[in-house]
């Protein structure tokens, strides 16, 4: 099997998945019991947290553990409105945001926020200056994802937090679920103020994640009840993930460091071989992430790709689960833009450090014996 779908989820590493099964089976008891028991899965809870934060190069009190992605931009945008719309009741987004974040903004919407949804270039890239010239005295949130999942485009979250940074009563969040690990971030230079991950990109495991919410700041929970997480997320903690997602982190930080490169290397022979083809057309940005590579075949209907190289045991995906007026184009590539042949044949291809480059090579012969046996059924 060739898979090349890792920006919708990745293969989980065995050292994570045995460190999920030791803190599951040995540190079983509730971290608030009272007990010796419970007080060294409290222990174990807290080593994670400190770990974290040591990767992160931030404090132990701003690490969050959460359900992933979804969650972690719920309670960030959702948390920080609700807590701090005395201050304000506008937010300022883009146009290609993950759909979390997109509906949490119609969600506030609907509660009489407004929001300023920023447009992109061609390659989906905001304008920092465009987010400069959007913000307003009852401004209190703006919210940029790090790396788009569809297209790979970097955002300038530098550029963009020196401006939010200028405006004590506004809060900076970054969604970073796809750039974690193959993008570097640094929160504090970055002047991020709250920061959600999510670790099955990362090779850890579905429902974990993390949210940094720096110093000083409060959320309104999305959940009440026993006040775990600091308040901040109510609900019996999930030692086992949070030990897990430590775990990733680490592995990938690692990779990060030592193969960075070899995510490179993957992309520049992909759209090598692409570019032979004239009937294809590479969406991605040159400088994107290197672990995406976004594509168009116009006349070919992305869903029947798939299927084919499906059957030959390789796997890509079509545009992400975003909102669009139309279910078979892609609103990311909309919003860039594009002619509708493009944003209705969008094909994504997404890499991981475990990918080789056999597999590059294979991927690009059995793609072009689709396209052509496509080609010939089609008359």
Known sequence: MIYLDNSATTRPYPEVLKSYQKAASQYYANPSSIHHFGGEAEQLLSRARNQAAAL????????????????????????????????????????IEHPSVLEACKALESMGFEVTYIPVDHYGKVNPDDI???????????????????????????????????????????????????????????????????????????????????????????????????????????????????????????????????????????????????????NSPQDGAPHIVNLSVPGFKPEVIIHALGKRDIYISTKSACSSKHADESAVLSACGLDPKYTKSALRISFSYLNTDQEVQTFCTTFRDVLHELKEVMG
Do not use: W
């Open 56 to 95: 992160l190069d931030v404090e132990e009190e701003e690490i969050i553990f959460t359900s992933g992605g979804t969650e972690g931009n719920n309670l960030a945008i959702k948390g920080i409105a609700l807590e701090h719309q005395n201050r304000g009741r506008h937010i300022i987004t883009s146009q």
């Open 132 to 282: 400069q010239k959007a913000i307003r005295p009852d401004t209190i949130l703006i919210s940029i994802m790090h790396v788009n999942s569809e297209l790979g485009t970097i955002q300038p979250i530098d550029q963009i937090g020196m401006i939010a940074d200028q405006y004590p009563k506004l809060f900076f969040h970054v969604d970073h679920v796809q750039g974690l690990g193959k993008v570097p971030l640094h929160l504090k230079k970055a002047r991020v103020d709250l920061c959600t991950m999510s670790g099955h990109k990362i090779h850890g495991l579905k429902g974990t994640g993390i949210l940094y919410v720096r110093k000083g700041i409060k959320l309104h929970p999305l959940l009440h009840g026993g006040g775990q997480e600091r308040n901040q997320r109510s609900g019996t903690e999930n030692v086992a993930g949070a030990v897990s997602m430590v775990k990733a982190m680490r592995l990938i930080f690692e990779e990060q460091n030592q193969q960075f490169h070899h995510l490179k290397s993957l992309s520049r022979q992909l759209r090598e071989c692409l570019k032979q083809d004239e009937r294809i057309r590479i």
